[in-house]
RNA sequence: GUGGAUAUGGUGAAGCGGUUAACACACCGGAUUGUGGCUCCGGCAUUCGUGGGUUCAAGUCCCACUAUCCACCCCA
């Protein structure tokens, strides 16, 4: 049996690389304009970081991470999120002492040991950004603003924004009273995951995916019902700014997120037929997480997209994504003075930036022009013991069928001025 | 961790107990010596995920393992 990759991977190659490159690129280009820096963190964090950031009772944590020993007994662990380590790297590097707020953007691979099923892998991608160090509405307002106008860039279609607001440790602990009080009669009656998370965190019973419990929970106090006046506040303002440039959302006083560390503020954005797992971006706020972490007190909010259910949504909703298909020169050289002739030029073609390629293992003319063919060549030089001789290449338009003598000297500016990608 | 489905050449797949494992695409070679895409001709699985069992006989039935896909939990 051959090795194989291991299970939830993936090898990205050929026009699906391409897309991923697209998709890096517009990404980059909206974070720059909404003023994110890049940031990128290890792959691999102390095990404490998450387990401490991210939360105890979540299930990442309890039973998603690829953890290990290294050589020096040390517990670490493959990144299954992104925002721990950012606010790690913020205190680690001070970060606080720059102008507030801190906008951060990051890009790249996450971990999680999961069954894999359509849309969830083991290794992951994750575009995410932070901003740290800002609390006004305006600043949740903004985040959603990127997210909502990098998917309409995309041109995807009919992806639901759903909002809710958590609230603080204060109208959380009001919430998990009311919400207990509700249960007790019915505890017996919950399943097995929700009876724990009664006692450990009663929050989560309200996005439970189990018939029975959300039953249970159709008149159960929400989060929303029971949030303080600054939450409150807080919350209207946000959805405020959110009409005012247009952005449509839903209010699902149901969504919980898995992560400990949300407070006031947490959405997800929802897309339909890519499957089961059709989350493609989720976040919210974390005000508590920073000093968590043992940083100053420092409001935060960010999100994370999924890029292969991106791709998964750009696919499903058949979005061209333009990939550069550029023209390119194919020199096809006979014989041994024929190559080394051949060989220069390729050189100092592609030094004006004209890509090209050459046959690289000694075929005939003809296999030479099928391999330009599946290359998707636009123009063959041809040069043979009769174009030495008279100084000449033989440029043949592979698109066009046609062919005609160039003089040596006058290549380079003829392919400058044909192939149209330079 | 749990459940269901699937596993035949590079790919998509026929075959469902009985002599040489269809077919298509891809690939390789050829059709007057130096010209691609179209056409024609030829080549391309001693073997059916792995291991065991039933049988005179197994790709075809049974068991186990492994992998893949989908789903549950949860999430990106």
């Known amino acids: ?45 102390a095990t404490e970081l998450f387990q401490r950031g991210v939360g105890e009772t979540t299930d990442i944590v309890n039973k998603e991470m690829y953890t290990f020993l290294d050589k020096g007994q040390r517990s670490i662990t493959l990144r299954p999120e992104g925002t721990a380590s950012v606010c790690r790297a913020y205190v680690e590097n001070k970060l606080y002492a720059q102008a507030q707020p ?11 040991y999961e069954n894999t099923q359509a849309g969830r892998f083991r290794q992951f991608h994750q575009f995410g950004a932070e901003v740290l160090g800002g609390e006004d509405p305006l600043v949740d307002a903004e985040v959603i603003h990127l997210i909502w106008e990098f998917f309409q860039r995309l041109g995807l279609k009919g992806l639901e924004v759903h909002l809710n607001s958590v609230g603080c440790p204060n109208c959380r602990s009001e919430h998990r009273i009311q919400l207990q009080n509700y249960l007790q009669r019915r505890k017996a009656d919950l399943c097995e995951d929700c009876q724990t998370r009664f006692e450990r965190n009663p929050m989560r019973i309200l996005d439970c995916k189990n018939k029975r419990c959300q039953s249970l929970t159709s008149g159960v106090p929400t989060t929303l019902d029971t949030l303080c006046n600054d939450c409150q506040e ?6 405020s700014y959110l009409k005012i440039v247009g952005i449509q959302y839903k209010i699902n006083p149901k969504l919980v997120r898995g992560l400990d560390y949300y407070q006031r503020t947490a959405f997800e954005v929802l897309a339909e037929g890519i ?24 409001p935060g909010i960010g999100f994370a997209m999924g890029m292969e259910r991106l791709l998964a949504v750009l696919d499903m909703q058949k979005v061209e994504i333009d990939l550069e298909t550029e023209e390119k020169v194919l020199i096809a050289a006979l014989g041994d003075k024929a190559r080394q002739e051949g060989f220069k030029l390729s050189g100092e073609l592609r030094r004006n930036g004209i890509p090209v390629l050459m046959d690289l293992l000694g075929r005939g003319l003809k296999n030479q022009m099928k391999y330009a063919d599946r290359e998707g060549v636009r ?40 192939i149209n990608n330079i």
């Not at 391409?18 to 974070?31: D, G, M, T, V």
């Not at 807080?234 to 959805?239: P, T």
């Not at 968590?292 to 007190?297: L, R, S, T, V």
């Open 1 to 45: 049996m051959i090795i194989q990759r291991p299970k939830g991977t993936q090898d990205i190659i050929g026009k699906t690389a391409l897309k991923w490159q697209y998709l890096e690129n517009e990404i980059r280009k909206i974070c720059s304009e909404y003023g994110y820096q890049e940031i990128r963190t290890p792959i691999f964090e």
């Open 234 to 239: 807080h919350f209207s303002q946000l959805q």
């Open 275 to 298: 499957g089961a797992q059709n989350a493609i971006c989720g976040g919210g706020r974390y005000d508590g997480l920073v000093k968590e972490i043992g940083g100053p007190p420092t």
């Open 102 to 112: 801190l906008k951060l953007y990051y890009l790249g691979p996450m971990f999680r």
């Open 379 to 418: 123009y063959v030089l041809i040069i043979g013991d009769e174009e030495l001789a008279k100084d000449i290449i033989i440029v043949r338009d592979m698109k066009l069928g046609d062919q005609k003598e160039v003089p040596k000297e006058t290549i380079k500016q003829y392919l400058l001025q044909n």
